[in-house]
């Protein structure tokens, strides 16, 4: 599966977003190291603060059906009903889900939706984090 795969799985789990109250669709589309993806949206609620980002929709889904070992996430967002144009990074606390399952070099592919793929890492967008490896120590 290619980065750009990823995306366009991504970009068709943004298509389930629940947004009344941001309006803001996001998508993301999470693989597996056996080669597995599990898609999530993001499901807003009415107090807001129980609102469930698209990729911890994702990752949920995933570790409930028993999956631990994760090779890639893919994330788009921008405004509902029109096409993603700009990059949507994950927020902090979807940062710290990733970093609870994957370890410094799980990808991270973001896009604009032109075709392109910005490819980072946990480690580069959650660098010096803290991690369960710490409570053991
Ligand atoms: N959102 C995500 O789903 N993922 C992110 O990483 C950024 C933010 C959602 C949460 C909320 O439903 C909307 O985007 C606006 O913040």
Redesign the pocket.
């Given at each position: 599966m290619t980065s750009l795969e990823l995306v366009n799985l991504a970009i068709e789990a943004r298509e389930h977003a629940y947004?009344p109250y941001?309006n803001?669709a996001?998508g993301a589309a999470l693989l597996t190291k056996e080669g597995k993806v599990y898609q999530g949206c993001?499901i807003?609620n009415s107090s807001y603060g129980a609102?469930n980002?698209?990729?911890r929709t994702a990752f949920f889904t995933a570790v409930y059906q028993g999956e631990r070992n994760f090779e890639a996430i893919a994330?788009v967002?921008g405004k509902a009903g029109e096409p993603v144009h700009e990059l949507?990074?994950?927020?902090g606390i979807?940062r710290q889900v990733m970093r609870e399952f994957c370890k410094d070099d799980f990808k991270i592919f973001l896009s604009k939706g032109d075709g392109t793929v910005l490819e980072t890492t946990l480690t580069q967008l959650l660098p010096l984090s803290f991690s369960k490896e710490d409570l053991e120590r």
């Open positions: 947004v941001s803001f996001v993001n807003e609102t980002c698209a990729e994330i967002g949507c990074a994950p927020c979807c």
